[in-house]
């Protein structure tokens, strides 16, 4: 088979994800068993894959999802919680104190708070807990979940205290051939990494510093009662200000100290230094700006999880409480994540594995206590008797949060299988590489040269499949240090151009748009969030791959 009808072959199963969800405006729910269905029927007769690699693939996605139920169900326990103890109210009346205006909310609470989640523990958390936290302070269930993806771009790439990079780069890197070439050159291969990570900073740094501005004017632009992208540009002040908050201490983390940190520390200086001018006024417009009333937003902004003002449980413990909470769960994600301590090894000593599924070579495990959702389930229990509630507030907590998550398994059950096909598909009788990496050869072969520019596309590509950087950067690094290698480009540059554009991806990635719409009861609305995230996700790439073609041009 030639490797255009392998390319053709390998996109089908995205174009039918992108015509039911975007085009055809189908349901999540309605559209990923169809998907998943056309890429297993790919797979066995393009790809020539046994029915029993297809069958372990599919158990080895269902493991997976039960690793990321379980995320959802923890960071929808605890906002219940919080609500049924009173904490959000405070919580909400905290950030309506520093200000009343929804764009600066957007910039601490998203941009800010969402960075610090992603870089303690990634895989999508950032939205699973950034969208209840704003669905409680009064925005638009539709616009959570658009805002809580958008900030899934520049910190993601140092998430989970550097794994897309120490585990996916360095993953997809490591071996014979990769080492001899760098031994060649001088280097070894913890060096070339973080000549690598010093790239993708300083693109991260020079491309989504903005971020927060293009957050506001999107969220004013399609939540706002007169639908205008100047009522999000008359931030840009603060936006810009809030955004080298962050990239600023970000870029140098990342010169300096390497990948486990730039998203971590960025965000919590910036934190600092953008919560304390927020309070002076620093910047801030004069006149606010908010949602319409609720009784005029469509029906199609708003999800099955309600929390309403007035049914708020009256707060009456101090802000610091209230927040204590979710500090919690930031310390024990860093906690748990930093490699000096033996935490991390204690409880990734707990694993479930299933080696070699039904006599394949596909495996799968899961890691339950390393789980962010471990974490968010135990500081529920102590904001249980922190926060002094009773057995019954916690378990209709519980029912709540139960009720929730049945929607966002019907769906998952079927995306992740579908991407673990398509990702093992290399595991064939016809010796053919796998689907993803024969999309990337076909691209490379015929674009040649100016490849700069596509690089970050076919890293977004790899997030958009597989939810996930670190994923995507396993899969691709070693294809594009080939390319770049064949082409006679800085390897450097092309890798990091990689691991920036699948950062990017993220805000695509069909499974985690399915469990950030879960954490706000907004299943069947999964197109709407594509439609509106595909433009951050554009002009991240687009411009990412121009600044990585003048590098090598000039």
Partial sequence: MSLTIQAFLAVLPILVAAVLLVMWRWPAQKTMP???????IIAFFGWEMSVLDIVASTIQGLVITFDILYI???????????????????????????SSDRRVQVVIIVWLFGAFIEGAAGFGTPAAITAPLLLALGFPALGAVMLGMMVQSTPVTFGAVGTPILVGVTGGLAGPQVEAQLADLGITLPEYIQLVTVRAAILHALVGTVMPLFMCT????????????????????FALFGGLAFTVPYLLTGIFLGPEFPSLLGALIGLAIVTSAARAGFLVPKQAWDFPPEADWPKHWMGKLKIRVEDLKEGKMSLAKAWLPYLLVAALLVLSRLPQLPIKGWLTSVKIPWNE??????SASSTPLYLPGTILIVVVLITYFLHQMHGGALRAAFAESAQLILGAGFVLIFTIPMVRVYINSGINESEMMSMPIAMAEWVAQNVGEVWPLFAPSIGALGAFIAGSNTVSNLMFSLFQFGVATSLALPSTLIVALQAVGAAAGNMIAIHNVVAASATVGLLG????????TIFPTVYYVALVGLLGWLVVQF
């Fill in 525 to 532: 609305q999964e197109g709407n969030v594509l439609r509106k």
């Fill in 218 to 237: 999107m969220m004013t632009r399609y939540f706002g009662k007169n639908k205008s992208w100047k009522e999000g540009l008359a931030i840009f002040p």
């Fill in 72 to 98: 959802i169900f923890g960071a929808i326990l605890l906002l219940n919680t919080l609500k049924y103890s009173g904490a959000i109210t405070v919580i909400r009346n905290g950030f309506l104190n520093i």
């Fill in 357 to 362: 599924i039904l006599g394949s070579s596909i």
């Fill in 34 to 40: 169809l998907v998943l269905v056309s890429t297993a």
